[in-house]
Nanobody, 115 residues
Framework: QVQLVESGGGLVQPGGSLRLSCTVS????????MGWYRQAPGKERELVAS???????NYGDSAKGRFTISRDNAKNTVYLQMNSLKPEDTAVYYC?????????WGQGTQVTVSS
């Protein structure tokens, strides 16, 4: 059973930073793109950022210029560095990947941006 485990969420003040981690239980080279999504209360889940196995990154409009996605293949881990956080970034952040037509989600990590 493939498992994705997120960590790094928490409470941060506006303008602050957090780094989220998503560790996969298997070699991440066997998966397609890795992605971070988020879902705020009452809103649909949205793409934050994704990264290919070759390291090419793609960002949602809300993340451009503030967030950076990266991967450490040796650790089977994908990171999301979030800077200049805003209250509207408050959400549960989820890691997603897919392989052979199957999609795998992590359990989510809460990010709260508040003074």
């Amino acid at each position: 059973q493939v498992q994705l485990v997120e960590s790094g969420g928490g409470l941060v003040q506006p303008g602050g930073s957090l780094r989220l981690s998503c560790t996969v239980s298997e070699n991440i080279f066997s998966f397609n793109n890795m992605g971070w999504y988020r879902q705020a209360p009452g809103k649909e889940r949205e793409l934050v950022a994704s990264i290919t196995s070759g390291g090419t990154a793609n960002y949602g409009d809300s993340a451009k210029g503030r967030f950076t996605i990266s991967r450490d293949n040796a650790k089977n881990t994908v990171y999301l560095q979030m800077n200049s956080l805003k209250p509207e970034d408050t959400a549960v952040y989820y890691c997603l990947t897919s392989r052979w037509g199957n999609f795998y989600w992590g359990q989510g990590t809460q990010v709260t941006v508040s003074s």
